[in-house]
């Protein structure tokens, strides 16, 4: 055989490895998905949203996750400014614990801030003081999902207000606009596709958040008892019906990801 039949070959070999190697990568993501949608029953779904337990699941997870995206944009825009703007000291330290909670285990965040706001906490000492007690009350689920959906906001939010063209600014600000007119009809425009793309994931993550909810504020239905929380339960009786509430947040996902295409028209 020729050297150039055997380079071919070898390329052709390497090809099918390769494409192999990716369909069993596809399968392994997509095979969940499809037995979600194969073993749900489907015909169940009126009577799994009669549910009062799953009502009250659905109406609190969607109030606590946009509570958490109201805080995290609150708290986490003047963050993601400074980082951006600013030439503070000890920023990539500040940028490390902003992420930390983005790769730490659910529960490990669950038992920081049981070690935060406890009753015998840092500040939960304190605050008992004033008769607040945060452990296993609504306000805690919200606490828990803002410190785990937070990162995503400030992260995504700062580097579209690195990437901004701060030109527009100054000649802006040469035309007599004041700082208001300036950061609201130039700035917001600019970093608006990652204004919405942070809120989209942080919102997500929020709604999804499970680990530092059950260990920090509880399973309690009607108080702490979000749909993942829910999902987990029902998953102990009823599993089919559990298979249906995750095809929910699946939908949920679904339609957070085409938030995020849509601030991206190219892809």
């Known amino acids: 055989m020729s050297p150039g039949l055997r380079a071919r070959a070898r390329e052709h070999s ?32 009126g009577e799994l949203l009669a549910d009062p ?13 946009l509570a958490a995206v109201a805080f995290s944009l609150l708290l986490g825009f003047p963050l993601a400014w400074l980082l951006a703007r600013s030439n503070l000291p000890g920023r990539g330290v500040v940028r490390t614990l902003i992420t930390l909670p ?7 965040a669950g038992v ?3 070690a935060a706001f406890g009753r015998h906490g840092l500040l939960g000492e304190a605050l008992s003081v004033f008769g607040v007690t945060l452990p296993f009350t609504t306000l805690a689920a919200v606490i828990a999902a803002t410190f785990v959906a937070s990162p995503f906001l ?5 580097a ?8 527009f600014e100054d000649v802006a600000a040469t035309l007599g606009a004041s700082r208001w007119r300036i950061f609201h009809s130039v700035v917001l425009p600019a970093i608006r596709p990652s204004l919405l793309a942070g809120i989209a994931l942080s919102w997500a ?11 920090f504020a509880g399973n309690l239905q009607g ?31 679904l339609c957070v990801l085409a938030l995020l295409r849509a601030q991206r028209p190219g892809t």
């Open 205 to 215: 993550r929020a709604l999804g958040e499970f680990g530092a909810t059950i260990t």
């Open 14 to 45: 390497a090809a099918i490895l390769l494409y192999g190697t990716a369909s069993l990568s596809l399968l392994l993501l997509m095979l969940p998905l499809v037995g979600l949608a194969f073993e749900s029953p489907w015909r169940d779904t």
């Open 154 to 158: 400030i992260t995504t939010l700062e």
């Open 160 to 167: 579209g207000i690195v990437q901004s063209d701060r030109r």
């Open 223 to 253: 108080r702490t008892q979000t749909v993942p929380l829910a999902i987990y339960q029902t998953l102990q009786t009823r599993p089919e019906h559990a298979f249906l509430l995750a095809i929910l947040l699946l939908a949920v996902s």
């Open 53 to 65: 337990a799953v009502r009250d699941a659905l109406l609190l997870s969607l109030g606590v996750s």
């Open 112 to 114: 920081g801030l049981l």
């Open 102 to 108: 983005m790769v730490m285990p659910p529960v490990v």
